[in-house]
């Protein structure tokens, strides 16, 4: 009986130390909006993306604004293959063809968005909200290409956000709603037609804009390491002035990873992170304690 109690006290003494190493991060990011950027394996995984619906719940019921933005990079993999058409990808982007972009937007705008946004609203009817880029002028792109090799590559119907009116996701967060953003755009240069927009790039994007107290990558390695792929290596915290040395170097499908990071910081994001959301809940442990997970980069 006296083991059995002993037991209980130290489960006990742990949950209280968790919770008590929270209380200095709830009161960092009170009112404040964090965006986070959903992807990877986690996106494809159903017990995954149900825990990833319970952090953002959770950050929104602590008094935090999360805001949501997602690819789709699997799903759309998925659904080109089912309809014969080959992906390709280039210095660690999509290209993407006409015929392939109505399948970008229908994947990330007509599923992705919605079911994740109902996987939220089961901890609240109405909670979360699905929104477009292309909705009410809430990103505006341009096309972009990628170096590989040294050699100028055409990347086809893909762009980087060049505008941000963040006036719909503002409304969301005024009105206590979870807003989960899907990374397509309209091209400014050619009325009609969309763009797949890197996810990451938009969340950097819209976190600069909306002067996010924080941006988080969720991705499928653990961090960002020094020396890949010795594992003893992983880089807890980097600042941007060491990020921007380090960027070349890196493998390609990490680059616009990190430099939606650098970005980020750089656009007066206090800081930004990449973490593995491979393990469930990873974001809380981000959010809420001192060591953190992953890799976070910081200004200089």
């Not at 929270?22 to 149900?50: C, T, Y």
């Not at 705008?109 to 477009?132: F, K, Y």
Request: glycine share 10%; net charge negative; aromatic share 4%.
């Amino acid at each position: 009986m006296g083991v059995f109690r002993e037991a209980q006290g130290l489960e006990v003494g742990i949950k209280t130390a968790v919770l008590i190493e929270s209380l200095p991060w709830l009161k960092q990011f009170h009112k404040k909006i964090i965006v986070v950027k959903f992807g990877g394996n986690a996106m494809v995984d159903d017990e995954l993306q149900r825990a990833f619906a319970e952090d953002m719940a959770y950050l929104h019921f602590a008094g935090i604004h999360p805001v949501v933005v997602h690819g789709g990079g699997p799903q759309i993999s998925k659904r080109l293959a089912e309809l014969g058409i080959d992906s390709e990808f280039r210095g660690g982007y999509r290209v993407t063809t006409p015929e392939s972009i109505e399948v970008v937007r229908d994947v990330l705008s007509g599923t992705i968005s919605r079911d994740l946004a109902e996987l939220v609203n089961e901890h609240q009817p109405g909670l979360a909200v699905a929104i477009s880029g292309e909705d009410r002028g809430l990103f505006g792109g341009r096309r972009r290409g990628a170096v590989v090799d040294g050699q100028p590559v055409d990347l086809g119907l893909v762009g980087d956000v060049v505008e941000v009116d963040a006036a719909a996701i503002l409304e969301a967060v005024e009105a206590g709603r979870i807003p989960v953003v899907a990374s397509i755009a309209p091209d400014l240069d050619a009325p009609g037609q969309s763009l797949n927009i890197n996810a990451d790039s938009a969340a950097a994007a819209l976190a600069i804009e909306l002067g996010a107290a924080k941006l988080v990558i969720l991705t499928d390695v653990a961090g960002l390491y020094r020396d890949w792929p010795n594992r003893d290596s992983l880089i807890s915290i980097i600042d941007t002035e060491e990020l921007t040395e380090l960027l070349p170097a890196l493998e390609s499908g990490m680059i616009p990873k990190m430099t939606a990071c650098l970005e980020a910081v750089e656009g007066g994001v206090a800081k930004a992170a990449i973490i593995d959301g491979r393990e469930p809940h990873s974001i809380l442990l981000e959010v809420f304690t001192h060591s953190g997970v992953g890799t976070e980069v910081v200004p200089v």
